[in-house]
């Protein structure tokens, strides 16, 4: 928490703005929830994936960022409704009467290229595994006993930070593209708000210079 008032001061402000964003997308949505069905199915959705989004935040800050990726899965199901909503609003009649079709259906559908990342949550973080990913960090590899508390990293934690905020802001970027179903205008300043949060927090969290990191290192790989 003294990180995050100081060396780590701008990036809680971005996670901050971006739950805010979020906020501001449900308002939008309340003002006709009750009368209109795509509105009260998209602020529901919001709402839930928010709640996971502050479940995760919540467990990063208590020094459990690997635990917080069991919760990825669930937002990032939520979000992609989203996408299957805003490209066919009529689909919140599904919603309404619980016959969704299946996540993976559904990811088939809107196209979605988020089939590896869940993957590695399915095998690492949102199940039971023994995997290298899932508890290298609960073992002191030197002399193989188990860790009662995870150590903390300032670095870890940074990355963590970086990784929620890139969900958030993607969330936030869907969310305005949902309104602009309802309204054009509201929906764009939603999204320009967003564009500025996402390029001010990747630079505070060096998203960037992560990317070019990963890709490089494929093409080491390769």
Partial sequence: MELLDTELAEQRVSIEKA????????????????????????GLTLAKAKSYALGAYGMILDNLGQEAGALNRPFLEYYELLVYFSQDPNRVAEAAENKLPKAGQRAKLIGSDLKGFRE???????????????????????SLL?????????????????????????????????????????????????????????DYFRLKDRIQSEADNNLTNK
């Fill in 120 to 142: 590695y949550l399915n095998q690492n973080a949102s199940h039971s595994s023994y995997s290298y990913y899932s508890l290298s960090h609960q073992l002191d590899t030197a």
């Fill in 19 to 42: 739950f805010e964003l979020i906020d501001k997308a449900i308002d939008f949505f309340n003002q006709n929830a009750a009368n209109d069905q795509y509105c009260r199915i998209c």
């Fill in 146 to 202: 188990v860790k009662k508390t995870q150590d903390f990293s300032e670095e870890v934690l940074f990355r963590n930070l970086g990784d929620l905020f890139a969900q958030l802001v993607l969330l936030d970027f869907q969310a305005a593209i949902s309104i602009s179903i309802k309204d054009r205008q509201v929906g764009l300043r939603l999204a320009q708000e967003a564009e500025f949060l996402r390029d001010n927090g990747g």
